[in-house]
Structures are given as structure tokens and as C-alpha cells.
């Protein structure tokens, strides 16, 4: 897999050199996941209020085109007004898909890589691509 980011720590990336948090300044818009048979798209949008630190985006895009895997665990509906908070993002081997839940300490994909977004509502989104990009307006 190939990416136009890096994660610098389990909420935070780097894009065009700026680090971005995204659980702390941003919000995962759940209403706004796109998933068609070719392309995926997860929408986060910067928090007004956000006092931590100024982002130069208001909108992130994560990207994905042609797509080989997609796993989605549904939020939990105890937790579901946590759903736009993101709790971690990480690289895993698509050989332990078993293991939606686990962080692994990587800044780049190997290229059988997925990428894992989990959620604090528990839901879990799980992509494998070729190339996942990353783009903010």
C-alpha cells in the first residue's frame, strides 16, 4: 500500500508536512462514509472549537480507489455519541485480520499492509488498496 501520509503516533498523521491530530482536531463524519464498489471516501472535519492547535485543513479526505478489502464493525450503541472520534489509526498485515483492535507502531505501510481506523464508539473500518490518499481543503 502506498499513502500520501505518514502516522506519526496512533491519532496523529503527517500530511505536506504538518502534523494533524486527528482526535483531538478533528471529527469523522459517519453520515459522509462513501463505499461504492470501486472507491471509498472518509470524511473528517476540523473542530470549531478546537483550542489545542490551529490546522491549516478544514476538511480531510481519505481516498481510496479499487479497493480489495473493506471490513466494517458497526458502532456500538452504548458508545454511539462517541462515534465521531477517532481512537486510533494504524497499519496492520492484512494477514491478521483477526485483529481489529490492535495498534501497531508503524509511520509507512508494507505493501500488504491494511490501514485501520478505529472509533471510540467501537466501530472499525478496515481497507486494503494499493494506494490510499490522503487530501485536505
Do not use: A, W
Not at 478544514?58 to 480507489?65: A, E, G, Q, R, T
Not at 491494511?114 to 494506494?131: Q, W
Request: glycine share 2%; charged share 35%; proline share 1%.
Amino acid at each position: 500500500m502506498k499513502t500520501s501520509f505518514k502516522i506519526i503516533s496512533f491519532t496523529e498523521i503527517e500530511f505536506e508536512n504538518e502534523e494533524i491530530d486527528l482526535h483531538n482536531c478533528y471529527d469523522f463524519i459517519s453520515n459522509e462514509l462513501e463505499v461504492t464498489d470501486e472507491s471509498i471516501k472518509i470524511h473528517f472535519v476540523k473542530i470549531e472549537e478546537n483550542t489545542i492547535k490551529k490546522m491549516k485543513y478544514n476538511d480531510l479526505y481519505f481516498l481510496v480507489n479499487n479497493y480489495t478489502y473493506l471490513k466494517q464493525i458497526k458502532p456500538s450503541e452504548e458508545y454511539i455519541e462517541d462515534d465521531s472520534c477517532l481512537s486510533g489509526i494504524t497499519f496492520l498485515d492484512s494477514n491478521l485480520r483477526d485483529e481489529n483492535y490492535s495498534l501497531v507502531d508503524k509511520e509507512y505501510p508494507n505493501e500488504n499492509d491494511d490501514l485501520i481506523f478505529t472509533f471510540e464508539s467501537e466501530r472499525v473500518i478496515r481497507i486494503n488498496s494499493k494506494e490510499v490518499i490522503l487530501v485536505g481543503k
